[in-house]
Structure formats: structure tokens, C-alpha cells
């Protein structure tokens, strides 16, 4: 064990520090510590480390790096061919500076180079348009012209004047379609507890309900060639639900000023009791 390594050692044992809780602070593996304290610089990844790993050791044992340094300096191994890679690198970051150089005035030559192009077409493509129109409407008069022209008149011996003749044709108006005629819902009658609807103009019904207050028992019924019940039960608040149907309907509301009823998009008034209610709407197909 060389001097050094029993003076790191010795901290050690007297901070009662074993080498697995200085491996825990310091972060440097066991067998390198080990090595340390052995003077077996060999086992360490290299010379730079050393010293490092030297200076961790006595932070973590309570002793002064830097001193300890200063009075091993001549048994420590020292660092010179991570001296000599420091140029080597600083060359390769020369060349790579000089190629990104390179690169970066080429890229600045072309862009200047599409920049131009580009003001070019810019400027080109602004009046050749602006020439085209004021050439344009010559030639195109002179077709027209001579399209509009009558024959009999063509001849510019005769000292006539040409006569255009208007061959536009004008598209006969059609008139619109007459508005379909609107979906109307009318209550006809009152009795027995039963509201009577006639719905005109649609060729079905549709029937929308929303639960607004307490849970409501509800049964429609289909009102064809015979009665069927389309559907029945009991509803929770907030419920919504629709049918449609291609008949006359009858509905049966267990409590009425507990939903909101809509026949085909009109709202049909239910009262404001709690009792039970009985709607019979009429589709009256056209």
C-alpha cells in the first residue's frame, strides 16, 4: 500500500466510512477506490482519472484535495497524453469551423443568386400581362366585328356602311317553383281528458318529448288499420325521446307538467297540474 493510499485510508476508517457508502457519495466504483488505496494506479481508466478520482476521495473523507495534491504530485501519474489529445481536438474543430464556413458562404451565393432570379420573373411576369391587354382588345374587336357584320354589307367597294346584327340569344325565364305549403298543427277539440290535434300538410308525424320535472310514465300508441302500442314506460328526468310515424298517434302522459311535448317542430301545451293527460293527434295526409 503506497503513502498516499494509507493516509486516504486511514481518513476513511477514522470518518468510519466504508467503501461502499464512499462509493455511494463519491460516485467512483469500489475496485477503483480499492485501487486507490493501493497505489495501483494501473486498474483506473486512465491517468487523467487518477487525479479526479484522488481529489473526490479526500472531499469525501474531510481532507484538503488540493494539499493532497500538492504533496503527492510526484507519485501521481501524470497526464500527459490527455495533454497531447487537447490539440488534436482543437485541429478537428478548426476543420469542422472551416467546412461549416464553406458551406455556409456557398448556400449565401446561391440564395443571392435565386433572389435575383426571382426579381427577374417578378418584374417580367408584371408587365407582360399588362402588354398582352393592350394587345388583346384589338384583335379581339376585329373578330367581333367581323362575326357581328353582315355579309351582304362585307363588301368595302360598295361604300355601304356594315350593318352588325345581334345574334344574342336570350334564355327564357323559369319562373320558380311554388313554395311548398307549411306543416300546420291545430288543436279541434277538448273532451274527456283527451286534446285533439290535426297536423295538415306533412306526410308524417314527429313527435319529440323531454322529461323536465320528476320521472313520468309515458305510452304512444300507433293509430293504423289497428291500435299498437309503439312504445311504453317510465321516464327519468332529463330523458328525451322521439318517434315518428307514419299514422295518427294517441299518447298517455302519467303526470303532464312534468315534460315538454312537440308535435313536428309546434309545441303542444300540457298543462300545469300534475294529473294525467291524453293527446290524439290526427295526421291528415294530403
Known amino acids: 500500500m503506497s503513502e498516499l ?10 470518518n468510519k466510512i466504508s467503501l461502499e457508502d464512499l462509493e455511494e457519495a463519491t460516485k467512483i466504483r469500489k475496485r477503483y477506490l480499492e485501487a486507490i488505496e493501493e497505489g495501483d494506479y494501473k486498474i483506473l481508466p486512465g491517468n487523467f482519472y487518477v487525479r479526479a478520482f484522488i481529489k473526490s476521495y479526500s472531499e469525501a473523507v474531510g ?29 478537428r474543430s478548426g476543420r469542422n469551423t472551416e467546412k ?43 373578330r367581333i366585328t367581323d362575326k ?11 361604300g355601304t356602311a356594315a350593318v352588325p346584327i345581334n345574334d344574342k340569344k336570350t334564355d327564357p325565364v323559369v319562373p320558380p317553383p311554388p313554395p311548398a305549403p307549411k306543416t300546420e298543427v291545430k288543436l279541434t277539440k277538448s273532451q274527456s281528458g283527451t286534446d285533439y290535434y290535426a297536423v295538415s ?17 309515458v305510452q ?37 307538467n312534468a315534460i315538454e311535448l312537440t308535435v313536428n317542430g309546434t309545441v303542444i301545451p300540457v298543462g300545469d297540474t300534475p294529473n294525467p293527460k291524453r293527446f290524439q293527434i290526427e295526421l291528415q295526409k294530403a
Open 100 to 142: 461549416i464556413g464553406k458551406w455556409a458562404s456557398n448556400i449565401m451565393m446561391v440564395s443571392f443568386v435565386v433572389l435575383i432570379l426571382g426579381i427577374i420573373y417578378y418584374y417580367l411576369n408584371m408587365n407582360y400581362p399588362n402588354h398582352m391587354d393592350d394587345v388583346k382588345p384589338a384583335n379581339e374587336q376585329n
Open 5 to 14: 493510499g494509507q493516509l486516504l485510508r486511514k481518513a476513511r476508517m477514522e
Open 201 to 217: 300538410n306533412a306526410d308524417k308525424l314527429t313527435i319529440q318529448m323531454k322529461v323536465t320535472g320528476d320521472a313520468c310514465w
Open 148 to 158: 357581328k357584320m353582315d355579309p351582304a354589307a362585307a363588301n368595302a367597294n360598295n
Open 220 to 256: 304512444i300508441d300507433s293509430l293504423g288499420q289497428s291500435r299498437e302500442v309503439v312504445e311504453q314506460g317510465t321516464y327519468a328526468s332529463g330523458k328525451s325521446q322521439s318517434w315518428e310515424l307514419t299514422n295518427s298517434a294517441f299518447l298517455i302522459v302519467g303526470r303532464s
Open 63 to 91: 481532507l484538503d484535495p488540493n494539499e493532497v495534491l500538492r504533496l503527492y504530485q510526484n507519485v501521481i501519474p501524470a497526464t500527459e497524453a490527455e495533454k497531447n489529445i487537447e490539440p488534436i481536438r482543437s485541429k
